[in-house]
């Protein structure tokens, strides 16, 4: 496997739509999603999230543009993606990303596989009685036989929904960056991201320097605009599950 990208996060808390404005400025055009999130139903029951406990993140996005459901495996190990999922791939529909995952310390590999459905397409699967094992094709499917064996996606139940308001290619100084806002059952949360892709010729040593180099730069920013960056070691995709799956008990 070659050099694989590199995704960094920071997570920001406070007000998120000051924070929101103050660093999209004038730039970026804006797309609204929902977002749901699949879930094994006799664990939601007992306010449990045994899929995303097991590294597994099943998520459906619906909005602009056209659907997406994706399987994701976070965090990953080179040594489980095999077969055709040792290396990414793009064959519409389908989408495979490999990449290294970094919030402040906290540094994981992910993969996954993205299959994008038709503008509302995916609306049924999420909706009260939907069954969103249903959407999830042959090919996703084989991705989990064969790289998380021990996974069974039967039984789910989608939380959500999650407002999602994202804007991409963001100009900070000299960073470009991706903002996105979720708000669900009271709470809001902001990522601001960015991606350092592998040059050619660089060895790991030199793609990680960088990348630190990179966070750094960003962390920097954010806070000159008098955003504050959370402290905080969950992911907002867990924090969200967390209080829903809770929100989902009898």
């Known amino acids: 496997m070659d050099l694989l990208p590199i995704e960094i996060k920071v997570?920001?808390?406070?007000?998120?739509?000051?924070?929101?404005?103050?660093?999209?400025?004038?730039?970026?055009?804006?797309?609204?999603?929902?977002?749901?999130?699949?879930?094994?139903?006799?664990?939601?029951?007992?306010?449990?999230?045994?899929?995303?406990?097991?590294?597994?993140?099943t998520r459906f996005r619906i909005g602009s543009g056209p659907d997406d459901?994706?399987?994701?495996?976070?965090?990953?190990?080179?040594e489980q993606l095999i077969g055709r999922f040792e290396d990414p791939f793009d064959a519409t529909p389908f989408t495979y990303r490999i990449e290294e995952d970094w919030s402040a310390d906290r540094r994981v590999l992910a993969a996954s596989l993205v299959h994008d459905h038709?503008?509302?397409?995916?609306?049924?699967?999420?909706?009260p009685g939907g069954d969103p094992a249903a959407r999830i094709d042959a090919v996703q499917d084989q991705f989990l036989d064969v790289c998380a064996p021990d996974i069974r996606l039967d039984g789910l139940v989608a939380l959500g929904p999650i407002?999602?308001?994202?804007?991409?290619?963001?100009?900070?100084?000299?960073?470009?960056?991706?903002?996105?806002?979720?708000?669900?059952?009271?709470l809001e949360f902001l990522e601001v991201s960015?991606?350092?892709?592998?040059?050619?010729?660089?060895?790991?040593?030199?793609?990680?320097?960088?990348a630190e180099r990179k966070q750094r730069r960003?962390?920097?920013?954010?806070?000159?605009?008098?955003?504050?960056?959370?402290?905080?070691?969950?992911s907002k995709t867990r924090r969200v599950l967390t209080v829903l799956a809770e929100a989902g008990r009898p």
């Open 194 to 210: 960015l991606r350092v892709n592998p040059k050619e010729g660089e060895s790991a040593e030199e793609l990680k320097a960088r």
């Open 69 to 78: 459901l994706t399987v994701k495996l976070r965090p990953s190990t080179r």
């Open 218 to 234: 960003l962390e920097e920013t954010v806070k000159e605009r008098g955003v504050v960056i959370a402290d905080l070691p969950e």
């Open 11 to 57: 997570n920001v808390e406070g007000d998120v739509a000051a924070a929101f404005s103050a660093l999209r400025g004038t730039g970026g055009a804006l797309m609204t999603r929902r977002i749901w999130f699949a879930e094994d139903r006799a664990g939601v029951a007992e306010g449990r999230v045994p899929l995303l406990d097991g590294g597994v993140i």
């Open 118 to 127: 038709p503008q509302g397409a995916l609306l049924g699967a999420v909706q």
């Open 163 to 186: 407002l999602s308001t994202k804007a991409d290619d963001v100009e900070l100084d000299d960073l470009k960056v991706d903002l996105e806002a979720w708000r669900v059952a009271g």
